[in-house]
């Protein structure tokens, strides 16, 4: 039973443009939920994470936005760039302890010059 | 500032053998944890370590196994391999034990290919 969704194996987007990436959980004890993007051949590299207690957060170029009661949250790249190509992971943590983050299959961003 | 560092980035074995990978943190952080990452798929939590010890284990069988040593670095061994272990294993440090808050981060991986 997967905790955390990503229903979108695939993305293709046009430089310039909006890019968003949506993400679903199940748990309810879900509190703290990060963004992670992943190159070929390296590890994940962290991108921006939100709080359980705020809806949005900002960093850059970057947002993500949460709406507990929908148990989704979405990444916004705005605007997009070739540079951003890439496989994106949803995580999401139970409690502060252990930091035993649940991550989703992964969303592949195409960003088309 | 040197990263998370693992060892080896490739290796290639047979099933029923045995491997260890082996993990460096980041500076500063104490706590090591390690995911594997089958094709397709995100990274699954293996298990964690602080102070040496297993803090948390996901829903891996006990083939798994780890280590910590004093200087926070880590080891990973699978015994038994079976086909299906063939994965990408990430380790991932984080700041010390018990901070609220904060990211993983990771190194770039082992690729273990079983056959």
């Known amino acids: 039973d997967q905790q955390v969704k990503q229903n979108s194996p695939s993305l293709s987007v046009q430089e310039g443009r909006i890019s968003i990436l949506n993400c679903d959980y199940t748990n309810s004890m879900f509190d703290y939920f990060l963004w992670y993007k992943k190159y070929p051949a390296e590890g994940p590299t962290f991108l921006i994470s939100?709080?359980?207690?705020?809806d949005k957060n900002e960093d850059g170029r970057f947002t993500v936005f949460l709406n507990k009661s929908a148990k989704h949250l979405s990444l916004h790249i705005v605007p997009s760039q070739p540079g951003d190509s890439a496989v994106y992971f949803c995580a999401a943590r139970e409690g502060n302890y252990g930091q035993n983050f649940v991550f989703g299959p992964g969303t592949r961003l195409s960003v088309l010059p | 500032d040197a990263g998370v560092t693992q060892s080896p980035t490739h290796l290639i074995k047979t099933r029923g053998q045995q491997v260890t990978l082996r993990c460096s943190p980041k500076s500063g952080h104490d706590t090591v944890s390690w995911y594997q990452q089958a094709l397709g798929q995100g990274p699954q939590f293996i298990f964690q370590?602080?102070?040496?010890?297993?803090?948390q284990r996901g829903n891996f069988p006990d083939r798994f196994s780890g280590h910590q040593f004093p200087n926070y670095s880590s080891e990973l061994n699978v015994n038994a391999l079976l086909l299906g272990d063939s994965a990408l294993y990430l380790c991932?440090?984080?700041?010390?034990?018990?901070?609220?808050?904060?990211?993983?981060?990771f190194g770039e991986g082992s690729r273990l290919t079983v056959l």
């Open positions: 939100i709080s359980s207690i705020k």
């Open positions: 991932a440090s984080s700041l010390p034990g018990g901070s609220q808050g904060g990211e993983l981060f």
């Open positions: 370590y602080y102070e040496e010890e297993e803090r």
